[in-house]
């Protein structure tokens, strides 16, 4: 598999950009790697780089984007956080991988059983997790409101909604994503990792 160019980069439609995640993510569950050379790879990205694609997902150990997509040298912006939260630093990155360095589409991809979901949920409070967490915790109130008490599926579904929530802050904290993705140039969308499966579920 070929590393991407600037031709291709720019010549890449939005819904092709989604399916070659789609697709990498199938390979990945079928443990079928697509055939390529990453020393080459490195050499051909030594004067550039056009990644298609920019993915702000959790550090999580078991979430590495670029395998989960089946990705290789060159393809993708990871940006990766505890919670996959929106920060000023985030919305950078994602500015320049899209305004400056030309990516057709940004994902923001939570995971299940998220231990910072987890620990945001129990209320955790320790040196500079605490302000990390705090962003989490509109999805936690949120959740909160509707049940009796906090479980296992209650977290998950806080975990969605914190990717929601995440998606929802791009859009009004970055004008330049916004406009971006108002004139089709970019694409901005949110995705599940599933640990147990490997499968990840776009919504």
Known sequence: MKTHTKITQENLTLQLAHQILV?????????????????????????????????????????????????????????RVAGNIVNVDVLGSMEYACKVAGSKIVVVMGHTKCGAVNAACNHVKLGNITPLLEKIQPAVKAVEANVSEMNDKSIEEVAVLNVELSLDRIRKESPILADLEKEGSIEIVGAMYNVSTGKVEFY
């Open 23 to 79: 697709d990498g993510n199938e390979r990945f569950v079928q443990n079928v790697k697509a055939q390529r050379n990453l020393r080459d790879q490195v050499l051909e990205t030594s004067t550039g780089q056009y990644p298609f694609a920019v993915i702000l997902s959790c550090i999580d150990s078991r979430v590495p984007a670029e395998l989960v997509f089946d990705q290789g040298i060159g393809d993708i912006f990871s940006v």
